[in-house]
């Protein structure tokens, strides 16, 4: 079985890194350096060390059993390319919103595009180094998740930190599509 999850989440939050952790084979990116002309458009605030992006998707795949294969596609996190994101999404089976504390307004967008479509998605908090840890009930509270939604922390360079979240989103997602069937089975 092949299925598909998406990495979504704000500029410099992560993604590319995180499907280039997990990834069996050599991850497509589409990173461009950024430019003097998007520095209008980009807010490095935070991610001051940032010098590219992603403009289209990242791409890898993970075997997690002999039966199970993720496609992970990776989003990109400006306003701008949000164009992309209802063409990433079509036929995924969850997503995944990559959180960082240091900017988690930007977390916002992922949350409600997901909320708003149904799809089944985990909110995985990147700890990013000399970042202000938070407990997840405080970082859940900011954002405003429905109690449902798993939210786990991780570390986006480790290949186990990031199959963990994988596995979270996969569970999820099967959980609630077993909830639909029995309540479509009782109806």
Same mark, same amino acid.
């Given at each position: 079985?092949?299925?598909?999850?998406?990495?979504?989440?704000?500029?410099?939050?992560?993604? %590319? $890194?995180? !499907?280039?952790?997990?990834?069996?084979?050599?991850? &497509? #990116?589409?990173?461009? +350096? /950024?430019?003097?002309? *998007?520095?209008?458009?980009?807010?490095?605030?935070?991610?001051?060390?940032?010098? %590219? $992006?992603? !403009?289209?998707?990242?791409?890898?795949?993970?075997? &997690? #059993?002999?039966?199970? +294969? /993720?496609?992970?596609? *990776?989003?990109?996190?400006?306003?701008?390319?949000?164009?992309?994101?209802?063409?990433?999404?079509?036929?995924?089976?969850?997503?995944?919103?990559?959180?960082?504390?240091?900017?988690?307004?930007?977390?916002?967008?992922?949350?409600?595009?997901?909320?708003?479509?149904?799809?089944?998605?985990?909110?995985?908090?990147?700890?990013?180094?000399?970042?202000?840890?938070?407990?997840?009930?405080?970082?859940?509270?900011?954002?405003?998740?429905?109690?449902?939604?798993?939210?786990?922390?991780?570390?986006?360079?480790?290949?186990?930190?990031?199959?963990?979240?994988?596995?979270?989103?996969?569970?999820?997602?099967?959980?609630?599509?077993?909830?639909?069937?029995?309540?479509?089975?009782?109806?």
């Amino acid at each position: 079985m092949t299925l598909k999850i998406l990495v979504a989440g704000g500029f410099g939050v992560g993604k %590319t $890194t995180l !499907v280039g952790a997990v990834s069996e084979i050599r991850p &497509l #990116r589409t990173e461009e +350096v /950024l430019s003097e002309a *998007g520095q209008p458009v980009d807010d490095v605030d935070g991610v001051e060390g940032k010098t %590219t $992006t992603t !403009v289209a998707m990242d791409f890898g795949r993970i075997t &997690l #059993r002999e039966d199970l +294969v /993720l496609y992970v596609f *990776g989003t990109p996190g400006q306003d701008r390319f949000w164009f992309l994101w209802d063409e990433l999404a079509q036929g995924a089976l969850g997503a995944v919103v990559l959180a960082d504390t240091r900017r988690l307004a930007d977390s916002f967008a992922a949350v409600d595009y997901f909320e708003r479509r149904g799809i089944p998605f985990t909110v995985a908090v990147n700890c990013f180094e000399g970042a202000d840890r938070f407990p997840g009930e405080t970082v859940r509270s900011a954002l405003d998740l429905d109690p449902e939604v798993p939210l786990v922390m991780c570390d986006a360079r480790e290949r186990e930190s990031v199959k963990e979240v994988l596995v979270a989103v996969v569970e999820h997602a099967m959980t609630l599509a077993a909830r639909q069937r029995e309540h479509a089975a009782t109806t």
